[in-house]
């Protein structure tokens, strides 16, 4: 239910939990992650007899934050910041926060201290809490869990445990920017492309530790689970956090992605020979143009995709700058276990692009099962060893191997 009036709209979660964070309807770049639908940087107040907030927001949304906490209460009734991650869409606004309420005293995790210093300098006391930690709010217990590398070596998340809320910060998060905070006034349909990009383009090379902090809260009751960014959960927490599971142990559909760019055609007609021969052997194929096309709208597919098909023309004897961005995004992300192949045309340097995308979808964890080039303009012939390249791939994607 929504409270309060105009824009500002606090929401309660469960008795004494409220959403107090901010709405960013335009932003489009969330450091180079598309952000088509917005998004929101979520703050929560839990009220027991004493009163924390847990993360704040982006700065430039500080008096937003506070606008909703004051119509819940005086703004000096705060006895508790928890920072659960240092990243400045949720820390920000910690600097205003202490200025404006300097009594308050700031909880974090000990990696988080040490990087709120090198981010904020040394005038703000911290006091560092671990795994297991416990405040007491009276009537609300807070629960700290280290989850490093989820999304930062210093991520926390904090549970409540009497009205059974985890508020995990980045995990589970979807930048979504909506008038509606819950799972179930969206939808799962709704929501969950816009999970699956968010893990896709920033949680994705921590699997191994996603898995741990899932097993850390096995056996803890959950019934809400409020993030850091766009809806809260309550209503499908089995399905996202299943999705998760997947998701984290890598698992991928027999799909194929062909992402490639062009500067005469040449490589688009590989590509698009590549696509008859995969899609002749039955598998569902995506194709992306890089240049005009997103990356992080590609990494949301390359997420549950098993083949990944990448081509680049020949420039200055390297890879083609849209495409070396795409692989050099793609090695940081390091979707492991995918298999893999690269293409492409050249002029008079043969073997230079090959060995340099080879080298980063290697470094991403894949396999390069083919690699094809192809001097200047493909004539029919080209043409069939592309077509029995994507057959080949596709054998390879429907064995899993
Ligand atoms: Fe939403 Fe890692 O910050």
Redesign the pocket.
């Known amino acids: 239910m929504n409270k309060g009036k105009g824009t500002l709209m606090q929401v309660e979660l469960k008795q004494g939990i409220y959403w107090v964070g901010a709405v960013d309807w335009n932003i489009r770049d969330f450091h180079g992650y598309s952000t088509h639908k917005g998004s929101s940087?979520n703050a929560y107040l839990v009220v027991g007899e004493k009163i924390a907030l847990v993360d704040t927001v982006k700065a430039p949304f500080f008096a937003e934050m506070m606008g909703r906490i004051k119509e819940i209460i005086p703004l000096e009734k705060i006895d508790y910041l928890i920072v659960n991650?240092v990243?400045m869409?949720?820390s920000g606004s910690l600097p205003q926060f202490k200025q404006a309420l300097p009594h308050v005293e700031v909880l974090c995790s000990p990696r988080a201290e040490e990087e709120l210093k090198l981010h904020y300098g040394d005038a703000i006391p911290l006091t560092v809490v671990k795994t297991g930690d416990v405040l007491e709010l009276g009537g609300k217990t807070l629960t700290f869990v280290e989850v490093p590398m989820v999304?930062?070596p210093d991520?926390m998340v904090t549970y409540v445990k009497e009205a059974k809320v985890l508020l995990p910060?980045?995990a589970f998060?979807q930048h979504i920017a909506s008038t509606e905070r819950f799972d179930d006034e969206l939808g799962w349909e709704a929501i969950r492309p816009e999970a699956q990009k968010y893990y896709a383009n920033?949680v994705m090379p921590y699997g191994p530790q996603v898995l741990k902090a899932l097993e850390a809260l096995q056996g803890i009751e959950i019934e809400v689970i409020g993030p850091?960014?766009g809806i809260i959960w309550r209503k499908y927490i089995p399905e996202i956090t299943a999705t998760y599971k997947r998701w984290a142990k890598g698992e991928t559909e027999k799909k194929a992605l062909v992402v490639y760019d062009t500067m005469w055609g040449s490589t688009e007609l590989m590509a698009k020979a590549i696509l008859r021969g995969l899609v002749e052997e039955g598998i569902p194929t995506k194709v992306y143009r890089l240049g005009v096309s997103d990356n992080s709208d590609i990494v949301q597919e390359v997420l549950e995709t098993r083949g990944l098909l990448v081509g680049s023309p020949t420039l200055n004897n390297g890879v083609f700058p849209s495409v070396a961005e795409f692989s050099t995004y793609i090695k940081g992300l390091r979707p492991k276990g995918r298999i893999a192949a690269v293409f492409g045309s050249y002029g008079w340097g043969k073997g230079s692009v090959a060995k340099a995308l080879t080298a980063d979808l290697q470094a991403a964890g894949m396999e390069v099962a083919e690699e094809l080039q192809v001097q200047f303009v493909p004539q029919q012939d080209a043409l069939q060893r592309c077509e029995e390249l994507g057959r080949r791939m596709a054998k390879r994607i429907k064995e899993g191997t």
């Open positions: 940087y991650h990243e869409d949720h999304h930062w991520s910060n980045d998060g920033i850091s960014h």
